[in-house]
């Protein structure tokens, strides 16, 4: 990788981003090289994650803050991701949209990301590409993303602040419990206010909020209720974004190290099972011995074992 390559980005020229992104998409060597060598240049920018069920509205309102933060003279750059539907282009086609209210403003980089297929290397991909555009010197930077499933909870897990999107009259509430988004929020929005049961969905958060157990010191998630196609109560969320952020701001460092473990431990694993299909089993051999598993003619303890002991021999 050149020099100038790494420089490119860190100066924020959005040609050069947008190939950083694709390297990391495509986890290219030039990718992790890219890395290396911004990485000291990171962790400045504001990490905004914002999650919630398929057309709650997460993208017209990102496009909303994008403007209110763009009107405060700030910077945005914008990643939505689509770990769904690799093919139904939802978050391609807004993006679309949206490229053209921002088209022409430097102040705004929008990027949309979809699966290809491997959902494993999702989360730590965005994370990478969110260092790119820190690096690159945006403010803000939020993460959109479909929630639906534990990628998505790694995906938000990786902001400053998970913003989780509800709409009424769906039952969300209830569907966002169950898949464990509920417990990573840090501010709930009931957007399509103008709907009817808007306050029946924000006083359903409210109880099930209730039901929590907090200490004295504890950040409560705030909701927020918001209509996204007017932009009304947007404002309202980033001042509980600001308000969270001054909280956090004594904690923000557990969160980080927090951060950096589940980075650090996700890169391990994702390269050493990669080692291990390359460098150690023969092609074919990792799905054979999935299929042993399946068929119960070895235990995954012991097929560990074997996998393990295997790996250690090789690198001696
Ligand atoms: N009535 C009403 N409609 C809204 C509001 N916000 C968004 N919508 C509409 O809801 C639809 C989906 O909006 P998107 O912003 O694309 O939703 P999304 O959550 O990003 O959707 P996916 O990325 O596909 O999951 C669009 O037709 C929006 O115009 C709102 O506050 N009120
Ligand atoms: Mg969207």
Do not use: C
């Amino acid at each position: 990788m050149t020099a100038s390559f790494s420089e490119r980005v860190l100066a924020g020229d959005p040609r050069a981003i947008a190939r950083a992104i694709s390297l990391l998409e495509d986890e290219a060597p030039a990718g992790a090289d890219l890395i290396r060598a911004i990485f000291p240049r990171t962790g400045r920018a504001y990490l905004i994650g914002i999650t919630g069920p398929p057309g709650a509205g997460k993208s017209t309102l990102v496009d909303r803050l994008a403007a209110e933060i763009r009107r405060r003279g700030q910077t945005i750059g914008i990643i939505a991701v689509d770990p769904t539907s690799p093919y139904s282009g939802g978050a391609i086609l807004g993006d679309r949209l949206r490229m053209q209210t921002h088209a022409g403003d430097p102040g705004v980089f929008i990027r949309s990301m979809a699966t290809r297929g491997h959902l494993g290397g999702l989360a730590h991909a965005t994370g990478d590409v969110a260092l790119v555009l820190d690096a690159a010197g945006l403010d803000v930077i939020v993460i959109e993303t479909v929630g639906v499933g534990q990628d998505e909870v790694d995906i938000v897990r990786t902001a400053d602040v998970s913003v989780v999107t509800l709409v009424p009259g769906t039952g969300d509430e209830v569907q966002a419990l169950k898949a464990g988004i509920m417990e990573i929020a840090d501010i709930f929005v009931v957007n399509k206010a103008d709907r009817e049961g808007a306050d029946r969905t924000m006083s359903s958060v409210r109880s099930t909020l209730s039901l929590q157990s907090y200490g004295p010191d504890d950040w409560r998630p705030p909701i927020v209720k918001t209509e996204a196609t007017s932009g009304a109560g947007v404002p309202e969320l980033l001042e509980a974004i600001a308000a969270f952020r001054a909280y956090a701001e004594k904690t923000q460092n557990i969160r980080r190290r927090e951060r950096s473990e589940f980075r650090l431990r996700e890169l391990v694993s994702h390269r050493f099972m990669d080692h291990l299909e390359t460098r150690v089993l023969a092609p074919g051999e990792l799905s054979q011995l999935v299929e042993r598993i399946a068929a119960r003619e070895v235990d995954p303890y012991t097929a560990t074992g074997e996998l393990l002991t295997r790996a250690l021999k090789a690198e001696n």
